[in-house]
C-alpha cells in the first residue's frame, strides 16, 4: 500500500524533497539539481532519491515556478486582449505611481500585451449590473479568427462591470472557444479576480492568460511522467495563498499558483510559530538564486489581497514575501571600484567556481568555501564534492582587482550580501511599523542558516531558529497546508447604509458555494471549513484594509457596527500609526475562504541527549579575519539537550549551519537548533 507522503520545492539550483512515513512516522529529506530545461525530469530524479517507485506515494504536493519564471523572463505565450470599446485602452492607461511620484529615474512597467494587440468589443454592461448596449459578438468572432491567423496562443477578455455581471465575458468566451476548440486558453476577468478595480482585473486576466497555457503544460506532462510511474493519487499544487489545490483545479485558474514557489516556507513559519510558541517570526529563505523574507504575525502568515510583479498588478489572496537576488550562487563583481553581490546568479549551471562545471566568477557560495564554512566533501547531502582551489581562485582574481588578500576579500563578499539581506528584512518590516527585535528569525533554505546569525546580529534580534530539514523546509511546510479556496464579491455600502442581514446572507451564500467546491478537492464535508472577512475604508479612501469576520452570521448581530469600526480602527493605526474611530466608513468587498483539510503529519520529536558530549572535529573557520578554532558536527548527532558554545559549524544534508564567536546554541525537543547570545558571566 501507498504509504509516503511528499512535497517538493523546486528552486533555481536545488529541486528539495520530503517524506513521511506514514507507518514509521519519520520524516526524510533529499535534493536533486533542478533541471531549467525541462524542470519534470528534476521533480522525478529527486522522487526516485526517496521513494522506490511513485506508486508508493499516498499524497505529493509541490511548488511549481513555471509560470513565475514565464513571467519573470517574459517567454509567454503571446495574448489577445479583448476590452470594452471606448475604455479597451484601461490596460495601457494604467495607474499613477503614487509611491514613486517625485522619482525621476521611474518608468512605466512594460505591459505584457503591446497595444496593438488590444481590441475594443461593443456592448456595454452598467455599474448596477444591467446591459445596456448588447454584446457585438461579430466583434468577437473576427477577434478569434485574428487570433488563429496570427498564431497566437491565449485571449484574456476584460469587460466593464463584469464583476457585477458577467454575462458578456461568458458569451465571448463561448464565441471563442467555438472557433479556436475547447482547449484554448481564454482568461475572463471576472473568473481571474471577481473585484471593481478594472485596471487591476484586467491585468490579473493578462497575467493569467500569458502564463496560464506554460502551467498547464508543465502539470499535464508531470502528471503523465507520474501515472506511468505508478502513482493511483492527485497531484496537488501550492497556490500563492498558502493553500492547495489539485493539478485540476490548477489548471483552471493557473493565476493561483504564480507565486506557489516560495510560499511553502511561509507556511512552514506558520506551523513552527505553532509548535515552538513563538508567535511573531521573520522567516527567511536564502536558496541558490534568491532571498526570500515572510512574516508570521500572531501565529499567522501575512497574507495579502493584492500582489504586484514588476510593477504590473495582480489580484489574489497571497503571502507577502519580499524578495531579492542573493544566493549562494550569487555572483561578486567590481562596479565603478565597488563590490557587487547579485542579484546576477551563476544558477545551476554552470553554478559556483566550486562546482566545477566550468563556473570561474566568484560567488557567496565560494566565499564560504574560501572561508571553512563548508565541508566541501558532503555538499547537498554527498551528492556533489567542491573544489575549494577552483573557489579560492575565483576569490583571489576579485581580490586582485580590489588590492586585498583572499580572506578579506571572501568575507567582503559574505559582508555585501548579508547587507543586502538585511536591508530586505527591513523592508517587509520596518518600513510597515513592524520591530525586528520583537520576533525571532528563522533561518532556512541551503544557505539561510549560514548567513542568519550574521543578519540577527545586524538587525539586533536576539533568537536565530534553524528548524530540521532547513534546505528542504519549504517542502515540509507544504506538508502542512491544507486545500484552500478564495471567493470575494463586491459590496459597496456606506455604514449608515449597511443592512447586516442581508450582508450576512451574502457571506452565508458564498460559504455555501465554497464548501460545496471542495468536493471537487476530494474534501469529506466533515473536513470543510470556512473563514470570512470584509475589505472597509474610511468613507473617500481609495485603499482598503481586509477585516476578519469572526463567521458569517456576525453581521446580522445587533453590535456588528461598533465592534467592526473598532475593529478597522485598530489594524489602521497598527498599519499606518492613526486611527479615525467614529468616522464615516464603507464596506467595499466581502471575502470567504473555504478550507479543506487533508491532515498533516505532527512534529517528530527527537530524541533526549543521554549525554552532554557528542562526537565532533576541530578545525580552522575564518570570523572577523583570524581563523579560530571551531567545533564541526553531523547534525544528526545532536539531541535535545544538547548544548555547546560557537564558533561552531553544524553540517548536514540539506543546509551548513555557521555559529559565530560570542552565541551559544542549544537543541530543542523538535530537533531545531535555538541560537542566542552567549550571557557575560
Not at 243 to 266: E, K, M, N
Not at 312 to 329: C, F, K, R
Not at 433 to 439: A, F
Amino acid at each position: 500500500m501507498a504509504k509516503y507522503r511528499v512535497s517538493m520545492d523546486i528552486g533555481g539550483t536545488f529541486t528539495d524533497v520530503v517524506t513521511y512515513d506514514d507507518d514509521a512516522g519519520v520524516f526524510a529529506a533529499s535534493k536533486a539539481s533542478t533541471t531549467p530545461d525541462d524542470l519534470s525530469e528534476g521533480v522525478m530524479a529527486g522522487l526516485d532519491s526517496v521513494v522506490e517507485s511513485p506508486g508508493d506515494i499516498s499524497f505529493l504536493v509541490h511548488g511549481t515556478t513555471q509560470g513565475l519564471n514565464a513571467f519573470l523572463e517574459r517567454r509567454g505565450v503571446p495574448v489577445l486582449l479583448l476590452g470594452t470599446a471606448g475604455a479597451e485602452d484601461t490596460y495601457h492607461i494604467a495607474r499613477g505611481p503614487r509611491k514613486r511620484l517625485y522619482d525621476l529615474h521611474y518608468r512605466k512597467p512594460t505591459p505584457l500585451v503591446p497595444r496593438r494587440d488590444v481590441v475594443g468589443i461593443g456592448g456595454r454592461i452598467a455599474a448596477d449590473g444591467t446591459e445596456l448596449v448588447p454584446l457585438d459578438e461579430r466583434a468577437v468572432r473576427n477577434a478569434a479568427i485574428t487570433v488563429r491567423e496570427r498564431g497566437l496562443g491565449a485571449i484574456a477578455i476584460s469587460f466593464l462591470f463584469s464583476f457585477k455581471n458577467p454575462a458578456h465575458e461568458l458569451r465571448a468566451r463561448e464565441i471563442v472557444l467555438e472557433e479556436l476548440g475547447e482547449d484554448f486558453t481564454v482568461s475572463l476577468s471576472h473568473e481571474a479576480a471577481k473585484e471593481w478595480r478594472e485596471y487591476e482585473r484586467t491585468s490579473s486576466a493578462v497575467v493569467e492568460s500569458y502564463t496560464g497555457p506554460i502551467v498547464r503544460r508543465y502539470l499535464n506532462d508531470l502528471e503523465i511522467r507520474l501515472r506511468h510511474g505508478g502513482m493511483t493519487v492527485p497531484l496537488h499544487v501550492m497556490q500563492s495563498s498558502g493553500g492547495i489545490l489539485t493539478a485540476d483545479s490548477a489548471r483552471r485558474r493557473p493565476l493561483q499558483t504564480l507565486l506557489s514557489g516560495p510560499v511553502g516556507g511561509a507556511m512552514a513559519c506558520a506551523e513552527l510559530s505553532q509548535v515552538v510558541n513563538r508567535p511573531n517570526l521573520i522567516g527567511v529563505d536564502m536558496g541558490g538564486t534568491s532571498f526570500d523574507v515572510s512574516l508570521i504575525v500572531d501565529g499567522e502568515p501575512d497574507v495579502s489581497a493584492e500582489a504586484q510583479l514588476e510593477g504590473l498588478p495582480m489580484l489574489m489572496s497571497v503571502v507577502n514575501i519580499h524578495t531579492v537576488g542573493a544566493g549562494g550562487g550569487s555572483v561578486a563583481w567590481m562596479e565603478a571600484g565597488g563590490l557587487r553581490v547579485g542579484p546576477r546568479s551563476a544558477g545551476a549551471r554552470p553554478g559556483p567556481a566550486a562546482y566545477g562545471r566550468g563556473g570561474i566568477e566568484p560567488t557567496v557560495t565560494d566565499a564560504n568555501l574560501v572561508l571553512g564554512r563548508i565541508d566541501p566533501n558532503g555538499f547537498a547531502g554527498g551528492q556533489m564534492t567542491l573544489d575549494t582551489g577552483a573557489a579560492a581562485a575565483a576569490v583571489a582574481e576579485l581580490a586582485g582587482e580590489f588590492g586585498l588578500d583572499v580572506i578579506a576579500m571572501a568575507e567582503g563578499i559574505c559582508d555585501v550580501a548579508n547587507s543586502k539581506m538585511a536591508q530586505a528584512i527591513r523592508t517587509i518590516t520596518v518600513s510597515r511599523g513592524i520591530e525586528p527585535r520583537e520576533s525571532s528569525l528563522v533561518a532556512f533554505g541551503g544557505a539561510g542558516p549560514m548567513h542568519a546569525v550574521f543578519l540577527a546580529q545586524e538587525l539586533g534580534i536576539a533568537e536565530t531558529i534553524v528548524p530540521r530539514f532547513p534546505g528542504a523546509f519549504s517542502a515540509w511546510g507544504m506538508l502542512q497546508t491544507q486545500i484552500r479556496k478564495d471567493f470575494t464579491e463586491p459590496y459597496f455600502y456606506l455604514d449608515a447604509d449597511l443592512d447586516g442581514r442581508d450582508m450576512s446572507a451574502m457571506l452565508r451564500g458564498l460559504e455555501k458555494h465554497g464548501l460545496a467546491t471542495l468536493a471537487d478537492e476530494g474534501v469529506q464535508s466533515q473536513h470543510r471549513t470556512a473563514a470570512h472577512a470584509v475589505d472597509i475604508r474610511y468613507a473617500a479612501q481609495e485603499y482598503t484594509l481586509t477585516v476578519p469576520l469572526t463567521d458569517a452570521k456576525e453581521p446580522s448581530t445587533p453590535d456588528f457596527l461598533a465592534v467592526i469600526a473598532e475593529r478597522f480602527a485598530e489594524m489602521h493605526k497598527s498599519r499606518y500609526g492613526h486611527a479615525n474611530l467614529g468616522a464615516p466608513i464603507e464596506f467595499v468587498t466581502l471575502r470567504s475562504t473555504a478550507f479543506g483539510h487533508l491532515g498533516r503529519p505532527e512534529p517528530q520529536r527527537w530524541p533526549r541527549a543521554e549525554s552532554p558530549e557528542f562526537p565532533h572535529d576541530v578545525r580552522q573557520v575564518v570570523f572577523g579575519g583570524a581563523e579560530r578554532d571551531a567545533v564541526v558536527v553531523r547534525r544528526d548527532d545532536l539531541f535535545s539537550g544538547h548544548r555547546f558554545d560557537g564558533p561552531a559549524v553544524i553540517v548536514e544534508d540539506t543546509a551548513t549551519t555557521v555559529v559565530p564567536p560570542g552565541y551559544e546554541l542549544s537543541v530543542d525537543e523538535i530537533g531545531s537548533l535555538i541560537i542566542r547570545v552567549k550571557e557575560q558571566s
